[in-house]
């Protein structure tokens, strides 16, 4: 089993950034991919950023370019600049084994105007 543990939600004006973690614990030795969803207002939760355990990513294309996700050991990062009111969702982090998806709690990142 893997726990995690999500911060860095909040606040902020449209331009303006932010950074969420997502720490894991718990076998994290058998996690592979590590992401970030998010789920607006009404809407479906859909990817925004993903890293494999070899580096390789992935993002969302009204993402790219804004967002930028890293990963050090048991930990992903998203950075994300030039933040817009459509960004404004629940992000929940990701976590990997194998056949299994474990979920944060979520963050609440909103975005004004």
């Known amino acids: 089993q893997v726990q995690l543990a999500e911060s860095g939600g909040g606040l902020v004006q449209a331009g303006g950034s932010l950074r969420l973690s997502c720490a894991a614990s718990?076998?994290?030795?058998?996690?592979?991919?590590m992401g970030w969803y998010h789920q607006p207002p009404g809407k479906q939760r859909e990817l925004v950023a993903a890293?494999?355990?070899?580096?390789t990513t992935d993002y969302a294309d009204s993402v790219k370019g804004r967002f930028t996700i890293s990963r050090a050991l048991n930990t992903v990062y998203l950075q994300m600049n030039s933040l817009k009111p459509e960004d404004t969702a629940v992000y929940y982090c990701?976590?990997?084994?194998?056949?299994?998806?474990?979920w944060g709690q979520g963050t609440q990142v909103t975005v004004s105007s």
């Open positions: 990701h976590a990997d084994l194998i056949g299994h998806r474990n």
């Open positions: 718990g076998t994290i030795f058998r996690i592979t991919t």
């Open positions: 890293v494999t355990s070899g580096g």
